[in-house]
């Protein structure tokens, strides 16, 4: 099952543009550029649901627990976002409401069903990050972000430094650390193995990259689902059992 947090850049007409230029809208502080034709292409060969938000991360992130600092930011990578300035709570609530909570409704219903058929799943979640933040270069082609609990991570991870070395990064670019909402909200609901990867935004930029990305995404994919036990796409470490 594949998911975009981040997939759409849309924004609700009653906001306008949040006070926010063009540009910025183009840039990764909006979406994640190049997961939604990424994501489908990748739907498509490998015959998988692909669940993705189509409203813009300026928005609400769907990522992010509501509340968390994260959630609606007043500025991202030196852009101020007009529009978020001073929320007040019901503003707040309209956009949880409205935008994160029927994408993560989506994702537990489609999850709940495939459990009750007694389907096994595992969950992919797709994202991709910039080449540089901060003037720091990223070096990194590919990301695995993981709580150290996932078999099918580790093993994705293995299967790409095999092919691409030090390139794919483990907990980079950035570290799936709490901050992260909807991978750790699922797979633990359900008792699910999981992925969260994130590839460079240059190398899916454009449509044509996406179709190939997709291709050797499902590679790996393919390659570390049969390596997994039978029982593997339910088989997890959850780190906070017991507490």
């Known amino acids: 099952m594949l998911l975009g947090d981040h997939a759409g850049r849309a924004i609700p007409a009653r906001l306008g543009d949040l006070g926010v230029g063009p540009a910025d809208l183009e840039r990764h502080i909006a979406w994640d550029i190049g997961v939604a034709g990424m994501g489908l292409e990748l739907a498509r060969t490998l015959d998988a649901v692909f669940i993705r938000q189509r409203y813009s991360r300026l928005v609400i992130d769907c990522n992010r627990a509501p509340g968390d600092p994260g959630s609606i930011v007043p500025a991202s990578d030196g852009a101020v976002i007009p529009g978020n300035q001073a929320l007040g709570p019901k503003d ?40 540089s933040m901060g003037g720091a270069a990223r070096p990194w082609r590919f990301g695995v972000l993981h709580l150290g609990d996932s078999a099918f991570s580790r093993t994705v991870l293995a299967i790409l430094r095999a092919d691409w070395g030090e390139a794919a990064g483990d907990n980079q670019p950035y570290a799936m650390d709490g901050i992260d909402f909807t991978v750790p909200h699922h797979a633990h ?15 899916i930029a ?7 990305m997709a291709r050797v995404v499902a590679g790996v994919l393919s390659r570390a689902a049969a390596m997994q036990p039978s029982s593997g796409a339910q088989a997890r470490t959850d780190p906070t059992a017991g507490t």
């Open 92 to 131: 707040r609530e309209a956009r949880r409401r409205d935008i994160f909570q029927p994408y993560q409704d989506r994702i537990g219903a489609i999850l709940g069903e495939r459990q009750a058929r007694g389907r096994p799943s595992l969950l992919v979640s797709l994202h991709s990050f910039t080449p």
């Open 189 to 203: 609901a359900h008792g699910l193995d999981y992925l969260e990867l994130e590839v460079r935004q240059d190398l």
């Open 206 to 212: 454009s449509a044509e990259a996406q179709i190939e």
